[in-house]
């Protein structure tokens, strides 16, 4: 075995200060866009801060055939594209930092083939209005999705146990043939998916508030990858179409996929009840390797999510999911309390670390 790294490695890319959209929709109105980039540069500055971190910043060696193993190459051709357009547009108009939002949504197969010969497709992969295109959008989800794969790598080649990503833009909203959600392509999917041609059954873990319904679809058929989820109710909560509890798995992989939706207003202990759950399925599994979508909008700082967690909970829940012990791949998810991506994903890491060694 190579220990290449003797510390935990923290995967990281500037790449992701690239993709500045500057306003979001959020019930129909215009509000600055959320998923800022500080979001990131502060869980970098405290992850650094522990005594057993590394920053790793990797070449970009992940494929677009890596990629299209859990994407449509369509949909990477529309990032790549309008990226491209963007740039050309921001020329013509002489502007700078113009993102291309979705409009115009197709409902069906014929409305998107049309939409797309047209000069209005930025809809055409999109299920919402959160993951507009800039010029250097793709270069940023390219850099973000390079760091997920790289982690993946670093843990099959044993030259770590657990590997933290610092993904962004985040992913687990994007599915096979759709974007949205402030995700493009699904890092936890990538990932597992290099996990899973390494050393077969897996399982993933996601404790952003809101369901990761796009790697819920990437996964839905394979009995080989258990995705579990703990998050805020989608009957009330975005993204209202996916994550209910009784979307069990499809038909050859049924009960792969758990999901444990919680009232909109949670505190500590019902969220850690739902946690033991949560590892138990897991275990139960007994998988090889555990990939866990990590975000912080649970907790009760977040501006825009009705969670009541506390910061000395992240501790606990990193402890817990530290007991199963598994090759780990961190990879960071939402939380909008900017300052907070730093202080909890630092607890969180060192809740892991703590039980796991
Ligand atoms: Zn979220």
Redesign the pocket.
């Known amino acids: 075995m190579t220990h290449q790294f003797q510390r935990i490695p923290i995967f990281y890319s500037a790449d992701h200060n690239l993709h500045r959209p500057q306003f979001e929709y959020d019930s129909g109105f215009q509000i600055p866009y959320q998923e800022q980039a500080r979001r990131i540069e502060s869980a970098r500055e405290s992850l650094l801060q522990l005594p057993f971190t590394q920053e790793f910043q990797p070449d970009p060696v992940l494929t677009i055939e890596q990629i299209a193993r859990v994407h449509s190459i369509a949909l990477i051709e529309h990032l790549r594209e309008r990226s491209a357009f963007a740039r050309q547009h921001e020329q013509i108009m002489g502007q700078e930092d113009l993102y291309l939002y979705p409009w115009i949504y197709p409902l069906n197969q014929q409305m998107r083939e049309g939409l797309l010969k047209s000069p209005d497709s930025a809809g055409c992969y999109a299920f919402d209005t959160y993951a507009p295109i800039g010029k250097n959008t793709w270069k940023a989800v390219y850099a973000s999705a390079n760091l997920a794969y790289c982690a993946a790598k670093t843990i099959i080649q044993e030259e770590s146990r657990i590997a933290y990503a610092l993904c962004r833009p985040?992913g687990?909203h994007a599915g096979r043939d759709i974007m949205g959600?402030y995700c493009y392509l699904n890092n936890a999917a990538i990932t597992a998916d290099q996990f899973k041609q390494a050393w077969g059954r897996g399982a993933i873990l996601d404790i952003?508030?809101?369901h990761g319904n796009g790697t819920q679809e990437i996964f839905w058929d394979d009995p080989e990858v258990m995705f579990v989820s703990i998050h805020a109710d989608p009957a009330d909560e975005?993204p209202f179409f996916s994550g209910f509890a009784e979307e069990r798995g499809g038909e050859q992989a049924l009960d792969t996929n758990l999901n444990l939706p919680l009232p909109k207003v949670c505190d500590d202990q019902t969220y850690l009840n739902a946690l033991d759950l949560a590892l138990g399925t897991i275990k139960g599994f007994q998988p090889n390797w555990l990939v866990l979508s990590a975000?912080y909008?649970t907790c009760q700082a977040d501006p825009s999510?009705y969670f009541t967690l506390t910061n000395e909970v992240y501790s606990e829940i990193g402890n817990r999911i530290g007991t199963l012990n598994f090759p780990t791949v961190i990879v960071h998810?939402?939380?909008y309390a900017i300052e907070h991506n730093g202080l909890l994903s630092a607890r969180l890491l060192s809740g892991i670390i703590d039980s796991s060694t």
């Open positions: 985040p687990h959600g952003d508030y809101h975005y975000g909008d999510t998810e939402g939380g």
